[in-house]
């Protein structure tokens, strides 16, 4: 027969614990846990899609950057964690969950955990992207440990991804996250968007304190940074059409906020008109 009614929204208590950390941080699962398009019912904020339409920039900044193995189109399910059913499904050479992996279960089913520790060798990759991206929670099955095997020179050193939530889910911080909001006092000009990508993920950048612009920008000469007490910005109010952010600063700076462009975006200072800069 068929299975008895649920609420297939009821709230599972880690749902709870990620709302009540300070900040709105925003949140990836993986392995079947809080799958894409699914977090929104549970006011979380989750930055993965399925079948849903993304600006372009998002998109490029996605298959570029988020995926440990860039431009593979052959896998748009690999968002989930768990993309497959079988290894027929996938096509060698093109899809990203085949590359390394297939040799692990040859002819036989692609297996949840296989799953799982393809979706961790990604996050370990990419979790500076992810931290770009304000994504300060990683949330997997409670029987896996997005940690690499601990070596033994590294013991009792702290793990890369603290384990901060081990209950029905384990969920790992993300060290790299950037808040929603920041200012900085260092701005470098790229080209276009895709160089500008290209510059936030390189190795020399430093995310909290430099910002990456296409259009010109010019900050006035200032004291050196040292000297100066630092910059604080700090959101206090969120709505679907507007965000309000408090600020100081004794020099000037550039606000930054960790969200998607989109044309129509205005921005005000004490109610004056100022330009919004992709």
Do not use: C
């Not at 896996?144 to 890369?160: E, F, H, K, Y």
């Not at 790229?190 to 290209?198: G, K, R, S, T």
């Amino acid at each position: 027969g068929y299975p008895d009614r649920s609420d297939p929204f009821a709230r599972p208590p880690y749902v709870d614990f990620v709302n009540e950390q300070p900040g709105r941080a925003r949140i990836a699962g993986s392995g079947g846990i809080l799958m894409p398009n699914f977090a929104s019912a549970f006011g979380l904020s989750d930055v993965r899609y399925i079948q849903s339409l993304a600006v372009q920039t998002k998109h490029h900044f996605i298959q570029n950057h988020l995926q440990d193995i860039p431009l593979l189109r052959g896998n748009s399910l690999w968002f989930t964690g768990i993309p497959v059913t079988r290894f027929t499904d996938l096509s060698p050479g093109i899809s990203l969950w085949y590359r390394d992996f297939a040799k692990w279960y040859p002819h036989r089913p692609y297996f949840i955990k296989l799953a799982v520790e393809r979706a961790k060798f990604g996050l370990r990759a990419k979790y500076k992207a992810f931290g770009l991206l304000g994504v300060r929670y990683f949330v997997l099955p409670n029987w896996t440990d997005l940690n690499p095997p601990t070596r033994a020179s590294a013991v009792g050193q702290r793990p890369r991804f603290p384990l901060i939530y081990d209950a029905e889910v384990r969920i790992f911080e993300n060290p790299t996250a950037v808040p929603r909001a920041f200012i900085v006092h260092d701005v470098l000009k790229a080209p276009d968007f895709i160089a500008a990508q290209e510059i936030a993920g390189g190795d020399t950048f430093k995310p909290l304190k430099q910002g990456v612009v296409e259009d010109e920008f010019f900050l006035e000469a200032q004291q050196p940074i040292g000297q100066m007490e630092p910059s604080t910005a700090k959101v206090i109010s969120d709505g679907l059409q507007t965000v309000e952010i408090e600020t100081k600063s004794r020099s000037h700076g550039l606000l930054v906020l960790a969200d998607m462009h989109y044309p129509g975006w205005e921005a005000e200072i004490d109610g004056q008109s100022v330009p919004v800069l992709r």
